[in-house]
Every structure is written in structure tokens, then in C-alpha cells.
């Protein structure tokens, strides 16, 4: 079992730059891929980035490309979402999610566990 507790959302003027954090529970944190997800009003929950258990391996969406950056520290069990150049349409609810790590490569499929998410509202 693995609880999730995002922070660091708000509100932003576009251009500006926010980082989201994710605390994970649990001593297996190292052996999970995470994701950083998000949904708009009106919209699919999307994948925004990924990354597997050791770090090494992330995904990113072609929209956050070169503007986002995943990481994570498996020693304080958080996973961290560092948003740049932040535009209107990255106005979205962030959720961060975990799934075992069977492959050690990010994980672009379903999702074991989910924080409840945190609102980044970007205004122009």
C-alpha cells in the first residue's frame, strides 16, 4: 500500500515557474515507477511525465517537453514535478501516481495508486 499527498500547486501568471511535490508512504517506494498526471476542466486525465524506480529512465508529453523536469529522491520517498515557462493551458489538476516497477522503466499504463491532486491554475 502506498498513500500519496501532493503540494506546491497555485496560482501562477504564465511564464512563471511552480514545483510540485509528491510525499509517498511505505519503505517500497524505491521499487515503484511514478507519474505526475494531469486533467483540465472538460478533459481526459493525461500523462504529463514518468519515471521509473531508479530515476534514470522518464517520459515526457510532447506539450511539457523542455519545460518540465521529474525527478525523484527515493532516500525522502518524494517525487518531484518542476514546472518552467508555465503557460494557460498547463492550467489543469495535478495528480501524482505510483505502479510497481516491474520492468525499471517508466510506466505509461494504468496506475496502482494516485494522490488526490493539487490545482496549478496559470493565468495569462
Known amino acids: 500500500q502506498v498513500q500519496l499527498v501532493e503540494s506546491g500547486g497555485g496560482l501562477v501568471q504564465a511564464g512563471d515557474s511552480l514545483r510540485l511535490s509528491c510525499a509517498a508512504s511505505?519503505?517500497?517506494?524505491?521499487?515503484?515507477?511514478m507519474g505526475w498526471f494531469r486533467q483540465a476542466p472538460g478533459k481526459e486525465r493525461d500523462v504529463v511525465a514518468a519515471?521509473?524506480?531508479?530515476?534514470?529512465?522518464?517520459y515526457y508529453a510532447d506539450s511539457v517537453k523542455g519545460r518540465f523536469t521529474i525527478s525523484r529522491d527515493n532516500a525522502k520517498n518524494t517525487v518531484t514535478l518542476q514546472m518552467n515557462s508555465l503557460k494557460p493551458e498547463d492550467t489543469a489538476v495535478y495528480y501524482c501516481?505510483?505502479?510497481?516497477?516491474?520492468?525499471?522503466?517508466?510506466?505509461?499504463?494504468?496506475?496502482?495508486?494516485w494522490g488526490q491532486g493539487t490545482q496549478v491554475t496559470v493565468s495569462s
Open positions: 519515471i521509473n524506480m531508479s530515476g534514470r529512465s522518464t
Open positions: 511505505g519503505r517500497t517506494f524505491s521499487s515503484y515507477a
Open positions: 501516481a505510483a505502479h510497481p516497477d516491474y520492468y525499471n522503466d517508466y510506466w505509461l499504463g494504468e496506475y496502482t495508486y
